[in-house]
């Protein structure tokens, strides 16, 4: 019985796939500017995910006193 071959080189990502596609469709500069967004986006996620918690820790120390 043979064993399966080896292979020398990574099955590139999904991820990898389109920042290869976005690396020739997008200039440097629209790349920046579309990951800064995406940057931006992800931080207000964390902020509205931050100001939910901070209202439900208040609300239970309202309902204790």
Known sequence: MQA???RATAVPSFTGA????ESLLMSAGQ???RRNAWTSVLEDRRRAQDRVEAE???ER???RS
């Open 18 to 21: 389109l920042r290869a596609v």
């Open 4 to 6: 399966a071959p080896v």
């Open 31 to 33: 790349r920046t500017a």
């Open 61 to 63: 120390a309202a309902t």
């Open 56 to 58: 439900r820790v208040l």
